[in-house]
């Protein structure tokens, strides 16, 4: 079994900064690519920000220069660092890991449950 499990969602005022967080645990062998979307309401599911094994990351052009993606390492942790937030950054966040399983080195996407990111005066 694995697991994703976020953290550090909430409500925050336009101009503020957020820090989120996504531990997987279970039985991994490895993780290729960790990641997080989000999904604002009447909107598709969008890429927010990923980051490789080797620490190659990418972000979605509307975060650029705002939102900071780092980890995982021997922790299987990823952090989303949200500055400067606007309201427009609302929504749910939901972590994704591409990785390999145990035991049988099966490659899966798992996905957590999500957490509410709120930006509001």
């Known amino acids: 079994q694995v697991q994703l499990v976020e953290s550090g969602g909430g409500l925050v005022q336009p101009g503020g900064s957020l820090r989120l967080s996504c531990a997987a645990s279970?039985?991994?062998?490895?993780?290729?690519?960790m990641g997080w979307y989000r999904q604002a309401p009447g909107k598709q599911r969008e890429l927010v920000a990923s980051i490789t094994s080797g620490g190659s990351t990418y972000y979605a052009d509307s975060v650029k220069g705002r939102f900071a993606i780092s980890g995982y390492n021997a922790k299987n942790t990823v952090y989303l660092q949200m500055n400067s937030l606007k309201p427009e950054d609302t929504a749910v966040y939901v972590c994704?890991?591409?990785?390999?399983?145990?035991?049988?080195?099966?490659?899966?996407?798992?996905w957590g449950k999500g957490t509410l990111v709120t930006v509001s005066s």
């Open positions: 994704n890991a591409d990785l390999l399983r145990l035991p049988d080195y099966y490659g899966v996407d798992y």
């Open positions: 279970g039985s991994i062998f490895s993780i290729n690519v």
